[in-house]
């Protein structure tokens, strides 16, 4: 904007407003501006641990613990990333989590759209998939052990049964928002049973579909790290048991720092889906 | 058969054959023994009150639901499902928001397949509907007659023989709902179409019709006609047009009567929907 604008506003303030008019200048304050609140919260969060970290550090009875605090940990997670190690640790975890939400979406989503069209399949799989649902996923843990050769496959059955639900009730309940009238005027202009599905009802629930995966993410990830505890030697879960096995402390906290990283990535990701799938328009 | 055979290869005729129906779970039938021919290429308003059956008959029409006895037949075919050569438009525009204005419009070419030929169709229609400087505009930032605008450039471009229209003005203010009638009236019939609206509108019958059908209700069926003999474009402040306008109000409320005359339905009628 130019400088003559901002002359007509000759108040005391005028030199601040001019500064802050002017466009990059303003983007960076209001950038900021918008991060004073979230970086405070990171900072009491970090302020809360090292106080914890100082409190163990400082007691003779649990100083052997001392590598829970936040120096020892990030020092270790320098190292992880540093040599390599971090990708090792973290990918068979995301491979497996992938893999289960890919399984999730790929059944969940048709049951999810037949549930929501077809009142038949509402009801009839009411009683049963709320009965389902209400199952811990790692209630399933010795009955997915028993079902699957290899552990990973375990462990994926049990992120598909941890993950499905919020997938298929968000679809159905998509479905079920849509607006009648859209599907007679598509009707009207010749949509076959295919072209329906793909024109109108997929671009009608993506957020709502999007919305599940988001739900199934958290979940998935929670389920994730216990489910890994067992059987396998890689992932999250297996590091963590593995640094507490050898007193690594230092190494257990940098893993934990990790998986809360990672879900934070996870869920931003779904969040940008969602809004890159939503129609409607903010106002 | 019919001595209008030559009038057209465009446009429809549509024949309803003692076309009666009764709602599943209802006692008395809503639509009963309604039966009319319209020639092709001829427009016809379909007046009377709420609740009488005319958008139950106009969905017969479009073939987006059946009759419970009798039938209706478009060019001597017996109507069983809907066609892209015939097209309805609803009060509401219903567009699909996640489309800009050009992809609804193209919506019926893309089904028909004939998606990458649309282009120019499509933009040609936008023009036609004054829609020109907003081919790319999110449909959800228009106005509502702008809306409606989009649904008529979708209804036109699968080329259609006849379009049936269900109250597609009455949510619109009065000055953009006189504009939208006069271009409808013109585009119908530049291009021969056959024309079914449905209205509660007086003046918009007689804006729009060659003819004027009007429905009884309690049963719902046709009782009175009127023919509307004026030249296009019509000028509403006319001597012919509002005595046509007075002759088809008091023909409507002769008509249609005989439920809101008796006691218990007092009060119960929307007399301001008949006004227009
Ligand atoms: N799906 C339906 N099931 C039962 N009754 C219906 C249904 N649709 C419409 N009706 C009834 O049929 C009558 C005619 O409705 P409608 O054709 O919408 O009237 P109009 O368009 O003239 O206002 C109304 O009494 C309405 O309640
Ligand atoms: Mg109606």
């Given at each position: 904007?130019?400088?003559?604008?901002?002359?007509?506003?000759?108040?005391?303030?005028?030199?601040?407003?001019?500064?802050?008019?002017?466009?990059?200048?303003?983007?960076?304050?209001?950038?900021?501006?918008?991060?004073?609140?979230?970086?405070?919260?990171?900072?009491?969060?970090?302020?809360?641990?090292?106080?914890?970290?100082?409190?163990?550090?400082?007691?003779?009875?649990?100083?052997?613990?001392?590598?829970?605090?936040?120096?020892?940990t990030f020092a270790s997670l320098a190292d992880l990333i540093r040599s390599g190690q971090l990708w090792g640790i973290a990918y068979p975890s995301l491979h497996r989590i992938g893999l289960g939400l890919l399984w999730a979406t790929?059944?969940?989503?048709?049951?999810?759209?037949?549930?929501?069209?077809?009142?038949?399949?509402?009801?009839?799989?009411?009683?049963?998939?709320?009965?389902?649902?209400?199952?811990?996923?790692?209630?399933?843990?010795?009955?997915?052990?028993?079902a699957f050769a290899s552990w990973d496959g375990a462990i994926v059955f049990l992120i598909i049964v941890a993950a499905i639900w919020p997938i298929i009730f968000s679809t159905a309940h998509g479905v079920k928002r849509i607006d009648p009238l859209w599907f007679r005027v598509a009707r009207n202009l010749g949509a076959g049973g295919g072209q329906m599905l793909r024109r109108i009802i997929l671009p009608a629930i993506g957020q709502d579909v999007f919305a599940g995966i988001r739900l199934a993410v958290g979940v998935a990830w929670i389920v994730l790290v216990p489910a890994e505890y067992l059987g396998v030697t890689s992932g999250l879960g297996y590091a963590i048991n593995d640094a507490r096995d050898t007193l690594a402390y230092n190494d257990l906290a940098a893993i934990v720092v990790v998986i809360g990283v990672l879900g934070y990535a996870l869920d931003r990701i779904c969040l940008f889906l969602i809004q890159h799938f939503s129609w409607r328009v903010e106002l | 058969m019919s001595s209008h055979r030559e009038s057209s290869a465009m446009s429809a005729r549509i024949a309803i054959d003692y076309v009666t129906h009764t709602f599943r779970g209802q006692p008395t039938a809503t639509l009963e023994d309604v039966d009319a021919t319209i020639q092709a290429g001829e427009k016809i308003a379909l007046i009377g009150r709420s609740g009488c059956g005319k958008s139950t008959l106009l969905h017969m029409l479009a073939g987006l639901m059946l009759p419970s006895q009798g039938c209706?037949?478009?060019?001597?075919?017996?109507?069983?499902?809907?066609?892209?050569?015939?097209?309805?438009?609803?009060?509401?525009?219903?567009?699909?928001?996640?489309?800009?204005?050009?992809?609804?419009?193209?919506?019926?070419?893309?089904?028909?397949?004939?998606?990458?030929?649309?282009?120019?169709?499509?933009?040609?229609?936008?023009?036609?509907?004054?829609?020109?400087?907003?081919?790319?505009?999110?449909?959800?930032?228009?106005?509502?007659?702008?809306?409606?605008?989009?649904?008529?450039?979708?209804?036109l471009a699968t080329e259609p023989d006849l379009l049936l229209l269900d109250e597609p003005f009455s949510a619109l203010d009065a000055f953009t709902r006189s504009a939208l009638q006069d271009e409808v009236a013109h585009i119908t019939r530049q291009r021969d179409l056959t024309l079914v609206i449905v209205t509660?509108?007086?003046?918009?019958?007689?804006?729009?019709?060659?003819?004027?059908?009007?429905?009884?209700?309690?049963?719902?069926?046709?009782?009175?006609?009127?023919?509307?003999?004026?030249?296009?474009?019509?000028?509403?402040?006319?001597?012919?047009?509002?005595?046509?306008?007075?002759?088809?109000?008091?023909?409507?409320?002769?008509?249609g009567d005989a439920h809101a005359a008796k006691p218990e339905n007092i009060g119960k009628d929307d007399a301001s929907q008949a006004a227009a």
């Open positions: 904007m130019s400088i003559g604008e901002a002359t007509s506003e000759q108040t005391p303030d005028s030199t601040r407003m001019r500064w802050r008019r002017s466009g990059g200048a303003a983007l960076v304050v209001r950038g900021l501006h918008r991060a004073v609140y979230p970086l405070l919260g990171v900072a009491v969060l970090l302020a809360l641990w090292w106080y914890g970290g100082h409190l163990i550090a400082s007691d003779p009875a649990t100083e052997s613990f001392a590598g829970f605090g936040p120096g020892p790929v059944l969940g989503v048709p049951i999810g759209v037949s549930i929501g069209y077809f009142r038949v399949a509402q009801e009839t799989t009411h009683i049963p998939f709320q009965f389902l649902r209400m199952i811990s996923p790692l209630a399933w843990m010795p009955i997915a052990v028993l | 209706v037949r478009i060019d001597g075919r017996r109507v069983t499902k809907p066609s892209a050569k015939w097209n309805m438009m609803f009060q509401k525009p219903s567009l699909y928001p996640w489309m800009n204005v050009r992809q609804n419009a193209a919506l019926g070419l893309v089904f028909a397949g004939q998606g990458r030929s649309a282009n120019t169709r499509v933009d040609a229609l936008l023009d036609l509907v004054g829609l020109g400087d907003n081919k790319d505009a999110n449909v959800q930032q228009l106005s509502g007659g702008q809306q409606q605008r989009v649904a008529l450039a979708r209804s509660h509108d007086i003046e918009e019958a007689v804006a729009m019709a060659d003819r004027v059908l009007i429905m009884s209700r309690n049963p719902g069926t046709i009782v009175g006609e009127l023919r509307v003999d004026l030249p296009f474009p019509r000028d509403r402040n006319r001597a012919e047009f509002t005595k046509l306008r007075e002759h088809l109000m008091n023909k409507f409320r002769d008509s």
